[in-house]
């Protein structure tokens, strides 16, 4: 059974450009949610989607949006992207929403840099 | 604000002993704490989690136990395996959705 796959594994980015992430989820879920890891702040949720719907946003800057897919797959992107964005990031899916006793399951996450 | 803190870095422990990780929190609407396993370059691996109405589940060499009253979860692991060296998260929930709340990380190390 094929876990959850992020894309890009790195990708070096210019200050003020934009980029995307994608995260499929494993065959079934339909939850997909985000979160940015870095040192200093640790694990921070980004947002959280279910039927394509954001049910659950961060706080995070409007320059980081996300979206979901009819087939579960998500995509988030950040725009104007700076320093402080550099960080792994991270999706997780569950099948459904209300499930926290299942645990989600983690991509291996995008490393992202910016110079 | 950090709602969910574990106040200890790193542990180190012998192999075959007990590990013990600690977490607090403060928001008393959480309804579900979760530990995760964190090696590097790779995705948080659930491991255990446990509903704000029990006080302990044990899966294996695992056990969560959760203290409302003082705030207070921890991991207990027995007994230790140089494998079990990681990063463990404690996570907490509670709208039953996926947002997860983590704290900082504990960094453990099982020496052989």
């Known amino acids: 059974k094929a876990g959850v796959t992020q894309t890009p594994r790195y990708l070096i980015k210019t200050r003020g450009q934009q980029v995307t992430l994608s995260c499929s989820p494993i065959s079934g879920h339909r939850s997909v949610s985000w979160y940015q890891q870095t040192p200093g702040q640790g694990l921070q949720f980004l947002f959280e989607?279910?039927?394509?719907?954001?049910?659950n946003k961060g706080n995070f800057p409007g320059r980081f949006s996300g979206r979901q897919f009819s087939n579960s797959r998500s995509e988030m992107n950040v725009s104007t992207l700076e320093l402080g964005d550099s960080a792994l990031y991270l999706c997780?899916?569950?099948?459904?929403?209300?499930?926290?006793?299942?645990?989600?399951?983690f991509g291996s996450g995008t490393r992202l840099t910016v110079v | 604000d950090q709602q969910v803190k574990q106040n200890s870095p790193s542990l180190s422990v012998q192999e075959g002993r007990i590990s013990i990780l600690n977490c607090d929190y403060t928001n008393s609407m959480f309804d579900y704490f979760l530990w995760y396993k964190k090696y590097p370059a790779e995705g948080p691996t659930f491991l255990i989690s446990?509903?704000?109405?029990?006080d302990k589940n044990e899966d294996g060499r695992f056990t969560v136990f959760l203290n409302k009253s003082a705030k207070h979860l921890s991991l207990h692991i027995v007994p230790s395996q140089p494998g079990d060296s990681a990063v463990y998260f404690c996570a907490a929930n509670w709208d039953q959705g996926g947002k997860l709340i983590f704290g900082q990380g504990t960094e453990l190390s099982v020496k052989p």
């Open positions: 997780a899916s569950s099948l459904r929403v209300a499930t926290p006793n299942y645990g989600y399951t």
């Open positions: 446990i509903s704000s109405i029990k």
């Open positions: 989607y279910f039927s394509e719907t954001q049910r």
